[in-house]
């Protein structure tokens, strides 16, 4: 019974980062970048604020055109920088 539970806490806990952001540039090759926005409330002073971060993200068949807002998900480390892929094109 230790078994199955293990196994289950495992699985469960190895959830998999998902974002959705806007493709700001495609100058590089079998690469995007990706502006992902949050809105969260400012530590202090708890008015909410929108705070974003450029992802590189990796494009095999270089599909994703700049303006395009696309889901990208977390996966092994391809270089410095790119440590997320192309999951889906949401809308061109």
């Known amino acids: 019974m230790s078994e ?15 974002r959705v952001g806007i493709v700001v540039s495609t100058k ?6 990706v502006k ?3 809105r969260v409330p400012h530590p ?9 971060k450029r992802l590189i993200a990796h494009d095999e ?3 994703a055109q700049e303006g395009d807002t696309v889901r990208v998900e977390e996966c092994r480390p391809m270089s410095k920088r790119k440590r997320w892929v192309l999951k889906e ?3 061109h």
């Open 36 to 38: 992902v926005t949050r």
């Open 61 to 63: 068949e270089g599909q």
């Open 89 to 91: 094109i949401v809308k």
């Open 28 to 33: 590089m090759d079998k690469s995007i970048a």
């Open 44 to 52: 202090l002073y708890k008015k909410i604020i929108k705070i974003s």
């Open 4 to 18: 199955t539970t293990a196994t289950e806490n495992a699985t469960t806990s190895a959830s998999i980062k998902e």
